[in-house]
């Protein structure tokens, strides 16, 4: 049984860590200028160029009510429980209109859990800033999360869970003048649905068994900061 689930960990650690290696040459990838001919005629068929960027990110988790779990036969409330995360996440518009693809990587610097999360992104843009003066944009997101398996019926260390987002972004120093690096800067708020690999009803996990579901909702406040290339 011991070895079984050393193979799982050990697998899904691998795993783990193909795909932040493939996040980051893409990431590589994307701080690599282009030639000179594409800078003065930019192209793209479907994919365009990528940006890179980094979200100090302060998410409050657990909204909508306290949930009750049982620990050595004693209940206990679990309410809104806060945590501050660095996302490195790399943005991929397309020629699609009002579609575009994110790749994240997400750690939690300041506690002992020190697992990545990686998350792959569609986007739907709701409005842009061409609808708002230069100020707000919005988009939902359906994402496919992969991070470390949290329930009984998870078949290996780190499990695909399926979440839903919304993002609202405030373009704060618009009215610079373009070139400006601080022009790219972004305040953004973000509501999330976490909709499955969450504990249920029943479910123990670790010394907990939950009494009731597991919250699914949770928002985040965050700053965007683009790394490379730069928008105008």
């Known amino acids: 049984m011991g070895e079984g689930c050393d193979e799982e960990v050990a697998g899904g650690l691998r795993m783990a860590r193909w795909r932040l290696t493939a996040f980051c040459f893409a990431s590589a990838c994307a701080a690599v200028p282009a030639p000179a001919a594409a800078q003065s005629e930019p192209r793209c068929v479907i994919l365009c160029a990528p940006e890179l960027k980094v979200e100090p990110t302060w998410t409050i988790e657990n909204l909508g009510g306290p949930r009750r779990v049982e620990v050595d036969g004693e209940v206990e409330s679990v309410g809104v429980e806060s945590a501050f995360e660095l996302v490195l996440a790399l943005d991929v518009p ?94 953004e708020v973000s509501l999330d649905y976490l909709a499955s690999g969450l504990p249920k009803t029943g479910d123990v996990v670790g010394a907990e068994r939950f009494l009731d579901d597991a919250n699914p909702w949770s928002f985040s406040v965050l700053m965007i900061i683009p790394l490379a290339p730069l928008a105008p």
């Open 94 to 187: 397309t020629t699609i209109p009002r579609v575009g693809f994110t790749f994240e990587a997400i750690f939690a610097p300041f506690t002992d859990d020190n697992s990545v999360e990686i998350e792959s992104e569609i986007n739907f843009q709701l409005f842009d800033t061409e609808q708002t003066g230069g100020w707000v944009s919005s988009h939902v997101d359906v994402v496919d999360q992969f991070s470390p398996g949290e329930t009984p019926r998870a078949t290996s260390s780190y499990t695909h869970k399926l979440d839903f987002e919304w993002d609202t972004a405030f373009h704060l120093f618009n009215r610079l003048p373009k070139g400006h690096w601080l022009r790219n800067v972004e305040a």
